[in-house]
C-alpha cells in the first residue's frame, strides 16, 4: 500500500496491479461451514491491511461464504474463480473464492455438523495442501475444522496437522503454537492423556527438540535459540519418586540436543518454567502433552495465538481455536486469530 501525506492526514492507496503481482498467494481455507470458519474470513478479509500483505484466495463452499457475508453485513463481495492465478486481478472488495464444494442449506446448519460439510472441510484441506506443494500458492492458512463431522464422512484424522503430514508425505512434524511472547511446541498432539507416557520417547523428545529449533529459528531470526524443555511429571519426577520418564528419556535427548549445538536446557517443571518464559528467558518451550503447553499459552495468547505446523515442506499456519459451534452464525466470533495467522503466514514466507 502506497502513503502519502496531506497536511495532517496520511492517505492511503490500494495495491496497483503491479504490486499485486509480487505479493504471495496464500490459500485460506474455510474449516468446517457449519462453524465460525466463514463468518470470521469475511471479518478477516474485511481489514484493508490483508490485501497490502498477500493476495488472500478462499477455498470453501460459495453458499456458505455468501451467508457470511451477510451475516456480518460486509461491503465485500465474492467473485467465484477458476485458476489461482485468477485471485491477482480479482476486483477491490471481492473475495476470491475457489469453490470445491456445492452444498445444500441443509448440509451447513449452524453449529450441526453434518456428514457432507465434513467431506468438504476434508476436500478443502487436500485441495488447499496440493496448490501449495505444487507452488501455486505460497502458504496455507485454515480456519477450523470438527473432527467427528470429518469422521462422519470417513476420514479419520485427530486434526489438521496428521492430516497435512500425511499429504505431504512425512512424518517429521511438530505442532506448535505462537505468539509474540510464548512459543510451545509439542511431543504428543492429540492424544489421550492415559497414552501419553508410552508415547514419550528418546526418539520423539529429541525429533521435537530439533525441529521446534529450526521453527523458532525461521521465526525470530536467531540462529541458534534457547528452547526450554518440560518434564513429563510434577517435579521433574523428585529423582524418580514420581515417574522415571525425566531421568531415562527426556535429559538423555537434551544431552544429545547439546551435543548437536542446539541450545537447550530441560527438563524443567512446567509449574514454574512459563513464569520465566514469559518475561523472554527462552525463544521457546517443547512440552511433553497437549495442555501442559497449550493451557498457558492460551492464557496469555487466546485472541492472537497461530497454530503453526512445523516440519512439512510447505507453509501452514492456523487460528488457535475450535469451530466455536455456539458462537456460529451469531456474529460475535473473533477473527483476530486468523489475522495473527495470515500475517505470520506471510511473515514465514518472506
Known sequence: MERYHTGTNLILLEPDTEMKTKLPIIAITMGDPCGIGPEIIVKALQRPEIGTICVPLVIGDRLALERAVLLCESTLELEEIKTVEDARSAGEQRIPLLAFSHLAEADIGYGAPSRAAGDAAYRFICHAAHLCLDGQVSAIVTAPINKKAMHKAGHDYPGHTELLAELCGTDNFVMMLA??????????????????????????????????????????????????????????????????????????????????????EGPLSADTLFHFAQQGAYDGVVAMYHDQGLIPLKMLHFYDGVNITLGLPIIRTSVDHGTAYNLAGSGKASEKSLLAAIRMAVDMVK
Not at 508415547?199 to 530439533?210: A, D, Y
Not at 529449533?213 to 540462529?223: F, M, P, S
Open 179 to 264: 505468539g509474540d511472547v510464548l512459543r510451545v511446541s509439542l511431543v504428543t498432539i492429540h492424544e489421550a492423556l492415559a497414552d501419553v507416557p508410552r508415547l514419550i520417547t528418546f526418539e520423539q523428545v529429541l525429533k521435537t527438540i530439533r525441529i521446534t529449533a529450526e521453527g523458532v529459528a525461521r521465526l525470530t531470526g536467531k540462529e541458534v535459540p534457547k528452547l526450554a524443555v518440560l518434564a513429563l511429571n510434577p517435579h521433574c519426577g523428585e529423582a524418580g519418586k514420581f515417574g522415571a520418564e525425566e531421568m531415562e528419556i527426556i535429559e538423555p535427548a537434551v544431552k544429545a540436543a547439546r551435543q548437536e549445538g542446539l541450545d537447550v
